[in-house]
């Protein structure tokens, strides 16, 4: 049984961050909502409760059942969650003062938690409340200006830190972590790629069978490590279908199929491009593009899913920043993300998705792992509405076209100046503005496109990545003089948040 920390989610913004710190010393968790305990789960050894942009005195707050976990795992409060189990123990909480980076006092350099720590720290404080009276159960274990700002409840192995562990100017968040998994949890660090790998093989081959199941590839990263993995583990079983909506890159298409069919797998090939035209024709609201490339792809998969018989299994590539962006913690819908929804309810499959929990990164190592050729791994996220979403405005073939064109003169460069690699995701935006240029001699009024080139390890957020000026200036030669109906290119330099990574 594969071990795991639990991680209570009340809406904090850096709550899966938390998570990959936690899988980054080797130690499998998963994130929760923070009313969505699961009841009889003997893998877990050990519950964190996260911070959140609300107070505990709000009328809307979160809150938890804390019975399910008190005293029966240990528990590492952050922030809000610890603010709360202390207000749920009797604790006085009050509006906060604290200024936002503080230097607190350790009371207790023995603790468990401290481990290896000084004792004195630089951290981040909650600055939303503050515990100002701590119970008799709890016993204060660090200050700040006389208030208590961590706490222990040692007969239950509870422990509550009104600090950001894994904020950027905190070096010690690593100690505090493995001293809580390891040393208190006892986590062994088990969990890598390999053991994913052997874990996951072992999953599908019990719950699914002789079933034959049918995969929507994108000819990403994500869908064709779920392929790979799937075929590894039920073969022939596993039939592939690669839908071109018209919205991909120039000669994907066709490349990707070459790539598919040199890892032995089972793979339908299916141009609806025309049928996308027509139904995009026109249409500018963003949302409501997503909406129809989903329902049109849901509809091209379907009709092509039914030529296959006796499919039990829908498998998707669906990954832990697409649910989460899907539907926050806090109920709101950020985008729709057509992967995550409407193909099993249309179709009436069971949904098989093996990588749910992984992020970007970790689903990079398991291809790896899973021996797949270097170029397939290291390719930049592609967005499942494809140039639909970098056209703004309008889609139309020529539009279409001229993007391609764009874009392959920059990921080209990228890959020719050697900076493919050191960017995580790259591509060209259609802006639906004209601009006066000059060519031959003559004024000019057309298209202009952005850049778009970012750094990030998860996608939740992403800085803009500073590529040379004298790459820059090639690319934008290069694109004006080579693409038919694009006289000015710019670079985007926003980064995420407030900006998102697409800029639809």
Known sequence: MQEKILILDFGAADTQLLGRRIRELDVYCEIVAYNKFPKNDASI?????????????????????????????????IEYGANLLAKEKGAIVVPSTHDDRSTIL???????????????????????DKIQELPTSLTPLAEY?????????????????CFDPIAPEFSESNQILKNFLVDICGCKQTWSPE????????????????????????????SSVTAVLLNKAIGKNLICVFVNHGLLRKNEFSNVLIDYENLNLNVIGVDASEKFYTDLAGVVDPE??????????????????????????????????????????????????????????????KLCEPLRLLFKDEVRKVGHALGMEDHLISRHPFPGPGLGVRILGDITPEKVQILQEADHIFIQGLRDWGLYDKVWQAGVILLPVQAVGVSNDE???????ALRAVNSVDAMTATWTKLPYEFLEQVSNDIINKVEGINRVTFDISSKPPATIEWE
């Open 443 to 449: 004024r000019t009024y057309e298209r202009a496109v």
């Open 45 to 77: 050894k050990g519950v964190i409760l996260s911070g959140s942009p609300l107070s505990v005195a709000d009328p809307q707050a979160f809150t938890t059942d804390i019975s399910n976990f008190y005293g029966k795992y240990p528990v590492l409060a």
């Open 106 to 128: 350790l009371e207790e350099n023995n603790n468990a938690l401290f481990n290896g720590l000084t004792g004195s720290i630089k951290t981040t404080l909650n600055v939303t």
């Open 288 to 349: 409501e593009k997503r909406k129809i490339i989903g329902r049109n792809f849901i509809e091209v998969f379907d009709e092509e899913a039914h030529k296959i018989e006796n499919v039990k299994w829908l498998a998707q590539g669906t990954i832990y920043p697409d649910v989460i962006e899907s539907l926050s913690i806090t109920g709101k819908v950020i985008k729709s993300h057509h992967n995550v929804g409407g193909l099993p309810e249309k179709m009436n499959l």
């Open 195 to 222: 053991s994913f790998i052997e874990h996951t093989i072992a999953e599908l081959k019990e719950e699914l069978g002789n079933d034959k199941v049918v995969l929507a590839l994108s000819g990403g990263v994500d």
């Open 145 to 161: 200006k006389g208030v208590p700002v961590a706490y222990q409840d040692a007969e239950n192995k509870v422990w509550g830190i």
